[in-house]
C-alpha cells in the first residue's frame, strides 16, 4: 500500500486532522518527538502573538497502540486552543443564540498575494472568511505532524532530514518591517543524507522524485520559487561546469560535487538531497494595500488581521516535513512491506545489491 496523505481544518475551527495510510506496521512513534517538531514550527522571529495561545501538541485517535504503528489508517489531530474565541463564528453547524466572539461578520475585502478573491470567484462565495480559514498557513501545524512520523520512518533506513534558514540579517530585516507595520520573506534550505540512490522514477512525471519535492514544498502557503541544488545558478554554466563527475572508491560509486542536489533524471542518485525553497512576504499587512469590497463594488483597503511579520523559521520546519514525507512516500514505494521488518529486510538486500554505501 502506497504511503498517502490527506488533512482537514480550518484556521480557527475545532482542530486541524491529518489521516495517514501505508504506514507499516511496527513502526515505534514518540509523541515527544513529534511535539517538539510541533513546537519548533512555533518559534521564531517575527510570528504573532498567536503562537502564545496555541500550544501545539499531538493527538493520535486511531492506528496506534502502545506507540507502535498498527499497519492500518494513523489519525493525527492537533486542536486549535484559540477556536474558543471563535466557537460562533466558525461553528460547523448552524450557530444557534446571539452572535458572539470573533468571525461573528462577513469578510469582503480580499487581500493581495492572499488566496482570498481569487477563492471567492472559484467557489462563488461570498464571505472570504470561507476561503481564508482553509487557505491560512495555519494547517501546517498537522503537516509538521505527519512529517515527524515520516522522520521517524526514515531514521529506520538511516535517513536523516534538516532544514534551516538561509537569509542574512532576518531579525535586522523583520525589526525595520514590523517598525513600518510591514512584513518580509526569506529563503530556506532542506538537506536529506543517508538517501540510497533509486528513489523516485524517470518513467513518467508523477513518478519524479524533484517534480514530488517541488509540488510538494510549492504547495506550501507563501513558497513562490525552489531550487533543487545548484538551481537556478545551473542556467548559467556551461555543461562541463553543471554536472558532478562520478569517482568511485572502496565503499562505491560517489560525487565530489553535488549542484544536482542528490538528484539525476527524477532518480536520487546517492548523494545529499538538498533543497532550496523562497518565501515571499506574507500578505496580511498592518497598512493594508488597496483592494475592493466585494460586496459594494467600491475601492477599499483589504482586510487587516492578526499575522506574523515574518514566518522563514517556521517556514523551514514546514519545508523538512514536506520533504520527509516524500522521501518517505518514495522509500515506501521502493522497498514495500506491510511490516516494518519486511521494508528494513527489502532495504538491506537492495543496498547488498548496488554498489554504494551511505558517506
Known amino acids: 500500500m502506497a504511503l498517502e496523505l490527506v488533512t482537514a481544518g480550518e484556521s480557527h475551527g475545532p482542530a486541524l486532522v491529518a489521516v495517514v495510510t501505508g504506514l507499516p506496521a511496527g513502526l515505534v512513534l514518540d509523541k515527544a518527538a513529534i511535539d517538539a517538531d510541533l513546537h519548533r514550527r512555533q518559534q521564531g522571529y517575527g510570528r504573532s502573538p498567536r503562537q502564545q495561545i496555541e500550544r501545539d501538541e499531538v493527538e493520535v485517535l486511531a492506528g496506534l497502540r502502545h506507540g507502535r504503528t498498527l499497519g492500518t489508517p494513523l489519525a493525527l489531530v492537533v486542536r486549535n486552543r484559540d477556536h474558543k474565541?471563535?466557537?460562533?463564528?466558525?461553528?460547523?453547524w448552524q450557530?444557534?443564540?446571539?452572535?458572539?466572539?470573533?468571525?461573528t461578520k462577513g469578510v469582503t475585502l480580499p487581500r493581495p498575494g492572499h488566496a482570498d478573491l481569487a477563492g471567492a470567484l472559484k467557489y462563488g462565495l461570498s464571505d472570504v472568511r470561507d476561503v481564508l480559514e482553509r487557505a491560512s498557513a495555519r494547517h501546517t501545524a498537522v503537516i509538521v505532524a505527519a512529517g515527524s512520523v515520516a522522520k521517524a520512518l526514515l531514521a529506520e533506513i538511516g535517513v536523516s532530514v534538516d532544514g534551516r534558514v538561509l537569509t542574512d540579517d532576518l531579525e535586522q530585516r523583520i525589526d525595520e518591517a514590523r517598525a513600518d507595520q510591514d512584513t518580509v520573506g526569506g529563503v530556506v534550505e532542506v538537506r536529506a543524507r543517508g538517501v540510497p540512490p533509486g528513489l523516485g522514477s524517470y518513467a513518467t512525471k508523477d513518478d519524479r522524485l524533484d517534480a514530488r519535492l517541488a509540488a510538494s514544498l510549492m504547495g506550501t502557503q507563501a513558497v513562490k520559487g525552489l531550487e533543487i541544488g545548484a538551481g537556478f545558478e545551473l542556467a548559467s554554466k556551461r555543461g562541463s561546469g553543471a554536472h558532478d563527475e562520478i569517482l568511485r572508491d572502496e565503499r562505491g560509486l560517489y560525487r565530489e560535487t553535488n549542484r544536482a542536489g542528490g538528484i539525476e533524471g527524477g532518480v536520487s542518485n546517492g548523494e545529499e538531497i538538498v533543497v532550496r525553497a523562497a518565501m515571499k512576504p506574507l500578505p496580511t499587512l498592518m497598512k493594508p494595500l488597496a483592494s475592493v469590497d466585494l460586496e459594494t463594488g467600491e475601492p477599499a483597503q483589504a482586510l487587516v488581521e492578526r499575522s506574523d511579520t515574518a514566518a522563514v523559521e517556521a517556514l523551514s520546519v514546514v519545508a523538512e516535513a514536506c520533504v520527509a514525507?516524500?522521501?518517505?512516500?518514495?522509500?515506501?514505494?521502493?522497498?514495500?512491506?506491510d511490516a516494518l521488518a519486511d521494508l528494513l529486510a527489502a532495504h538491506r538486500a537492495y543496498l547488498e545489491r548496488i554498489d554504494w554505501s551511505p558517506r
Open 85 to 92: 474565541n471563535w466557537e460562533w463564528g466558525m461553528s460547523p
Open 95 to 103: 450557530p444557534e443564540g446571539k452572535a458572539a466572539g470573533k468571525g
Open 325 to 337: 514525507w516524500e522521501l518517505a512516500r518514495a522509500a515506501k514505494e521502493k522497498f514495500g512491506g
